[in-house]
C-alpha cells in the first residue's frame, strides 16, 4: 500500500487530530511497520464508543500496515480506584476485555499491564526518570485523562496514572500512541518528554469522542477545550448517556428514543453524530423508513444532506432516532451474538 492510501486509512472517521500531520507522513515513508497502541482501563462494561470509535481505527490502523496493540490497563484501574482496587475481579473483567477487542480486532496484539511491567527491564527506573519532568501542577491538568478533576478528593496514585501511560509508550516500543481526544494532554505530555530525553520521536493520533445522548452542557467561554470533550462524551456512569455494547435490540431503542435529539438543531446532537462518525463511515449509508406522506424511505450516503434535512425539518426526530437504533443494532449483531450470553453475568460481576 503506497503513502497517501495508508494516510487515507489512518485518517479516515471518526480520527480527529495527528499530532502531527508532516511527521506522520515521514514516519509512514520511512518505517515500514510503525507500531500503534491503545491502552483501555479496565472500568466495567465497555459502551460503543470504545469498539465503533476506537476499535475501528485500531482496524483502520491494521489495514494501513500498523502494527496495532491494545494495553488492558490493570494496574491503571486499580490506580484511578476503579473496581473498588478489587484484584480478583479486575482479572475477570480484563478476561472479558481480552476476549471482546480479540474478536473486534483481531489483528491487534493485546498486552496486559500486569504482564507488561514485570516483563519490561527497567520500566520503574523510566517511569520514575519520566516523572522528575513533570510538575504537580502539570500532572494535574492531566487528571482529565482519568476523568478527574483537581476538585474531586483524590489519591497519589491518580498523579502517577499518567506517568504510567508515558512509561507504557515506551515500554511498548510505541511510533503510534492512540486514544480519544481526552487523552490529548498526556500524549503531548509523552511527546515533549520523550524529545528532552532524546527518545524516539511518537506522532500521537486522536479519534472522536462518541457523544453523550443527554443534554451537551454549557460550557464557560474559556474552558479548556480537553474539559469540553471529556464532559460531551459517552460515559458510563452518566446513565441514559452510553450504550453497553452487549445491550439489547430493545434498550438500544429505549435509549435512543430518549437521547437528547431537538428538532432542527444539528449542533453537538448526538443522534445525528452518530451517523456522522460511526454509521456511514462503516455502512456507508443510513436508510430512514418513512411514511409516504412524510416524504417516503430515504438512503442518507453523505453526512451533509443529512444534517440540511433535519436542519430545515424536512426529517423529523422520530424517523432519524428509529433509523439510528435499527442500524447500530445491526452493526453490533454479530458482537451480541458472541457475547450475549456473558451479559447477565458480567453486569452482576460489575455491580457486586
Same mark, same amino acid.
Given at each position: ?32 511497520? +510503525? ?6 482501563? $479496565? ?8 469498539? /465503533? ?40 473483567? &480484563? ?34 526518570? $519520566? ?5 504537580? &501542577? ?15 478528593? /483524590? ?16 515500554? /511498548?516500543?510505541?511510533?503510534?500512541? *492512540? ?7 498526556? *500524549? ?18 486522536? *479519534? ?15 474552558? +479548556? ?6 464532559? /460531551? ?21 429505549? @435509549? ?28 456507508? &449509508? ?14 442518507? @450516503? ?13 426529517? *423529523? ?36
Amino acid at each position: 500500500m503506497d503513502v497517501e492510501s495508508k494516510l487515507d486509512l489512518i485518517k479516515a472517521e471518526p480520527l480527529e487530530e495527528v499530532i502531527t500531520e508532516p511527521e506522520l507522513r515521514s514516519m509512514l515513508e520511512t518505517n515500514s511497520k +510503525p507500531k500503534h497502541y491503545i491502552g483501555l482501563e $479496565i472500568s466495567g462494561m465497555p459502551h460503543i464508543g470504545h469498539l /465503533l470509535f476506537g476499535g475501528k481505527k485500531v482496524n483502520d490502523f491494521a489495514k494501513a500496515g500498523i502494527e496495532t496493540q491494545i494495553l488492558l490497563a490493570d494496574w491503571h484501574t486499580i490506580a484511578n480506584n476503579k473496581l473498588g482496587g478489587d484484584w480478583e475481579k479486575i482479572k475477570e473483567v &480484563a478476561k472479558f476485555y481480552r476476549d471482546l477487542f480479540g474478536f473486534f480486532c483481531p489483528r491487534a496484539k493485546i498486552i496486559l499491564g500486569s504482564d507488561l511491567y514485570p516483563q519490561t527491564k527497567g520500566y520503574w527506573e523510566k517511569l520514575i526518570q $519520566i516523572s522528575r519532568r513533570t510538575t504537580m &501542577a502539570r500532572a494535574t491538568r492531566m487528571l482529565v485523562i482519568e476523568g478527574r478533576s483537581e476538585k474531586d478528593s /483524590l489519591h497519589v496514585s491518580q498523579y502517577i496514572y499518567p506517568i504510567m501511560q508515558t512509561a507504557d509508550i515506551w515500554a /511498548l516500543d510505541v511510533d503510534l500512541p *492512540h486514544a480519544g481526544m481526552d487523552q490529548r494532554r498526556v *500524549h503531548v505530555f509523552a511527546k515533549e518528554t520523550f524529545k528532552e530525553m532524546k527518545m524516539k520521536n511518537i506522532v500521537p493520533l486522536h *479519534h472522536h469522542l462518541m457523544p453523550s445522548l443527554t443534554e451537551p452542557p454549557r460550557f464557560d467561554a474559556e474552558a +479548556p477545550k480537553e474539559e469540553q470533550v471529556a464532559a /460531551l462524551k459517552m460515559s458510563k456512569s452518566k446513565p441514559g448517556s452510553f450504550i453497553s455494547v452487549l445491550a439489547t435490540k430493545s434498550e438500544i431503542s429505549d @435509549t435512543v428514543n430518549k437521547a437528547w435529539c431537538p428538532a432542527g438543531v444539528v449542533e453537538n446532537n448526538p443522534v445525528l453524530l452518530l451517523s456522522k462518525y460511526v454509521i456511514l463511515p462503516i455502512s456507508g &449509508a443510513l436508510h430512514v423508513e418513512r411514511k409516504s406522506e412524510h416524504g417516503g424511505d430515504i438512503d442518507y @450516503t453523505a453526512y451533509e444532506q443529512l444534517a440540511a434535512d433535519f436542519q430545515s425539518k424536512q426529517l *423529523h426526530p422520530v424517523d432519524l432516532k428509529s433509523a439510528t437504533s435499527a442500524a447500530l443494532a445491526g452493526r453490533r449483531k454479530p458482537i451480541t451474538d458472541k457475547f450475549g450470553a456473558q451479559r447477565v453475568a458480567m453486569s452482576k460481576l460489575l455491580s457486586s
